[in-house]
């Protein structure tokens, strides 16, 4: 008599080969014949070469796929206003502009970017000619200890070209009207930006006056 688990071993070779014999079936010749995709050395890592703007200069860089912005700017380029605070998009520290838009440069990967161009902190002003949005800060000592600075600095130009576009924010009571920076606008546009000195009061007093010069 036959045993019931050789039937069923028996039963399943039947299908395996017959499940087997049908994807050859439909397979092309020269995929079959294909070679098994190299294997990537022991420890390597998949990078590419990426090109981005910055500051107004090309850079061209060969990086690990997974580096992020901010870490391109400050471990590859040493670039070191851009603040690394959180790492997590929490904390704001890290705003650059991409393309003239506010970012976190923690949460996104410079690959992603490639013909992209980057303004850091270091390409808005310089010491002797410092941008508005810098002169005001100093002016309204809008910072303690400075960490969070750069990245309240670039925020806030961000922020106010958002304005300028007409772009409505989480409290803007018409999003069709023009928005205009009420102290409850700026806030809402700005919490993204942490200060752990607490500078707040100072930093609106820098943003309201460049505000109400340019926007
Ligand atoms: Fe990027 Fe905190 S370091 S948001
Ligand atoms: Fe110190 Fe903002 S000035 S964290």
């Given at each position: 008599?036959?045993?019931?688990?050789?039937?069923?071993?028996?039963?399943?070779?039947?299908?395996?080969?017959?499940?087997?014999?049908?994807?050859?079936?439909?397979?092309?010749?020269?995929?079959?014949?294909?070679?098994?995709?190299?294997?990537?050395?022991?420890?390597?890592?998949?990078?590419?070469?990426?090109?981005?703007?910055?500051?107004?200069?090309?850079?061209?860089?060969?990086?690990?796929?997974?580096?992020?912005?901010?870490?391109?700017?400050?471990?590859?380029?040493?670039?070191?206003?851009?603040?690394?605070?959180?790492?997590?998009?929490?904390?704001?520290?890290?705003?650059?502009?991409?393309?003239?838009?506010?970012?976190?440069?923690?949460?996104?990967?410079?690959?992603?970017?490639?013909?992209?161009?980057?303004?850091?902190?270091?390409?808005?002003?310089?010491?002797?000619?410092?941008?508005?949005?810098?002169?005001?800060?100093?002016?309204?000592?809008?910072?303690?200890?400075?960490?969070?600075?750069?990245?309240?600095?670039?925020?806030?130009?961000?922020?106010?070209?958002?304005?300028?576009?007409?772009?409505?924010?989480?409290?803007?009571?018409?999003?069709?009207?023009?928005?205009?920076?009420?102290?409850?606008?700026?806030?809402?546009?700005?919490?993204?930006?942490?200060?752990?000195?607490?500078?707040?009061?100072?930093?609106?007093e820098a943003i309201t006056e460049v505000a109400g010069v340019t926007a």
């Amino acid at each position: 008599m036959i045993h019931p688990d050789s039937l069923t071993v028996s039963r399943r070779g039947v299908l395996i080969a017959g499940a087997a014999s049908a994807a050859a079936g439909t397979l092309p010749t020269d995929a079959m014949a294909a070679p098994d995709a190299p294997t990537p050395a022991p420890g390597s890592v998949p990078s590419a070469r990426v090109t981005l703007e910055i500051n107004g200069q090309q850079h061209t860089l060969e990086l690990d796929n997974r580096t992020t912005l901010l870490d391109t700017l400050r471990e590859h380029l040493n670039l070191t206003g851009t603040k690394k605070g959180c790492d997590h998009g929490q904390c704001g520290a890290c705003t650059v502009l991409l393309d003239g838009v506010r970012i976190n440069s923690c949460l996104t990967l410079a690959v992603m970017h490639q013909g992209a161009k980057v303004t850091t902190i270091e390409g808005l002003g310089t010491p002797r000619a410092l941008h508005p949005m810098q002169a005001a800060f100093v002016k309204h000592d809008g910072y303690q200890c400075g960490y969070c600075t750069p990245g309240q600095i670039c925020s806030a130009v961000g922020m106010l070209d958002e304005v300028r576009r007409g772009i409505p924010s989480h409290v803007s009571a018409d999003i069709t009207a023009r928005p205009l920076l009420s102290p409850d606008e700026l806030r809402e546009r700005m919490s993204g930006n942490l200060c752990r000195c607490g500078a707040y009061s100072n930093i609106a007093e820098a943003i309201t006056e460049v505000a109400g010069v340019t926007a």
